[in-house]
C-alpha cells in the first residue's frame, strides 16, 4: 500500500522492460437511503481519469481523458468513460477507467505524465464511498506486476475537492518512477486544473 509522495521505480533500461504501464482508478457509487428498508437508492459518480504530458521544458504537449482517447504518439490511450461507479459492495478489483502508457511507443521528449481526477458531477471526494489507483504493468485484462496502490476513499481533508493530483510518472536519466500525490484541488474545468498541475507539480 501506498501513501502520499512514495515514489516508486517503474522502469529501467538496463532492467527487463515492462512496456506496457497501466494507472487504474476504481471507485463506488453514493448510496443514498433505501426505498422500504428493502433496495438502495444509488447516485451515480462520474470520476474522469486524465493525464496532461508534459517535455522536458515543461510544455504541455498532450491531454488524455475521456473525449480524447489516445496521445499523438499512441502511446497513452484511454480505457474510455465510466459514468457511475460499482454500485455492488466488494466490487473494486477491477478499475473503471484507466490510462495505458505504451513505453514502446512514446516520444523521446516526454519527460513528465502527471494523473489527475475530475469529478464530472461536482461531487466531492469526501462523499465517495471509496476509490482507489493502482499502478501495474502488462494487459488490462492481466496485470504482469502490481508496483502498487493507494486510496483516496472518503477522507475529510478532500470535502468540498472536486478534482484530485493522483501522481505523476517522470524521467530522469534512463529510468521512469512515479511518485504518489493525492491533493485535492477545488478546481472544475481540465485547463484550470492543469494550471494548477504546472504551478505546483512539475519538477
Known sequence: MLNKNNTILIREEALPQPNKVNIGMNWGAITKKKFFGLLPNWEDVNLDICVAIFNE????????????????DTAVYHSGDDTTGDKTKGSGNTDNETITIDFS??????????????????????????????IYSGELAKAEKTFGQYNISAEKEFAGKV????????????????????????????????????????G
Open 57 to 72: 521544458k515543461q510544455d504541455m504537449v498532450d491531454l488524455i481523458y475521456p473525449a480524447k482517447m489516445l496521445s499523438s
Open 163 to 202: 478534482a484530485m493530483v493522483l501522481g505523476k510518472l517522470y524521467k530522469e536519466g534512463k529510468k521512469w518512477s512515479f511518485q504518489t500525490i493525492g491533493e485535492g484541488l477545488t478546481s472544475e474545468k481540465l485547463l484550470s486544473t492543469v494550471s494548477v498541475i504546472k504551478e505546483k507539480f512539475l
Open 105 to 134: 511507443k512514446l516520444n523521446p521528449n516526454t519527460k513528465q505524465l502527471v494523473f489527475f481526477l475530475v469529478s464530472a458531477n461536482r461531487q466531492d471526494f469526501a462523499t465517495i464511498p471509496y476509490s482507489k489507483v493502482r
